[in-house]
């Protein structure tokens, strides 16, 4: 950061995505970098910083910044947080600190099971929360629906190329009242509701 020099830093925070073991300061698992499993991450950047070095999983972490520097302001000790992104993450914070669980993995809330049976997921399972309402999810729903729609202007929005389809250009197609992308963004808000829910009445 601007105006601090390198003798100020006493440490670091690392956020990784995946189900991570402070105390060893280990990536144990993440689902959506498959190559990752026990990673010594903590023992690999300390060693480059020559800095002290606290990991946790980026859900996690960015709940406990919420809570107490962002939209919690330190005003209340208990809140959730979901990230949206290629994934569905969450992290709990009750009594002002970071809900674990048992294993360190007590909050990957999006790998609750809101279809049964329904979209794999990349954890294994299928119907995963996270596989509806990441920006994976309306990708992957987009380019079906694109599919089953040759005029849907999200053909346009792509070039032709479904490849490069992304949540930006679904997002102005919905806009732009493209029936197809209109129903896929109803679709994906229905399915994060539904997990919200979930959350809200745990």
């Not at 859900?59 to 910044?65: I, K």
């Not at 929360?129 to 599919?147: D, F, H, N, P, V």
């Amino acid at each position: 950061q601007e105006g601090i020099s390198p003798a100020e830093v006493k440490g670091v925070g690392m956020g990784v995505p995946g189900t991570a073991d402070p105390e060893r300061g280990v990536l144990v698992y993440a689902c959506n970098l498959p190559l990752c499993r026990n990673m010594p991450a903590r023992e690999a950047m300390q060693s480059a910083l020559g800095l002290p070095l606290y990991l946790d999983n980026d859900a996690n972490v960015a709940a406990l910044g919420e809570s107490l520097f962002g939209a919690g302001g330190g005003r209340t000790r208990c809140s959730v947080l979901i990230t949206l992104g290629t994934g569905v993450g969450g992290g709990v914070i009750i009594n002002g600190k970071i809900f674990a669980g048992a294993y360190y993995g007590g909050a990957e809330l999006g790998h609750q099971v809101i279809i049964e049976n329904g979209e794999p997921c990349s954890c294994g399972r299928k119907g995963c929360w996270e596989a509806y309402s990441s920006a994976t999810g309306l990708i992957r729903s987009a380019r079906q629906a694109a599919l089953e729609n040759r005029k849907s202007i999200l053909w346009e929005k792509c070039g032709g190329d479904l490849d490069k389809l992304n949540g930006a250009m679904i997002g102005e197609a919905a806009d732009e009242k493209d029936p197809s992308a209109q129903l896929v963004m109803e679709e994906y808000l229905r399915h994060l509701a539904i997990g919200l829910g979930n959350i809200y009445n745990i």
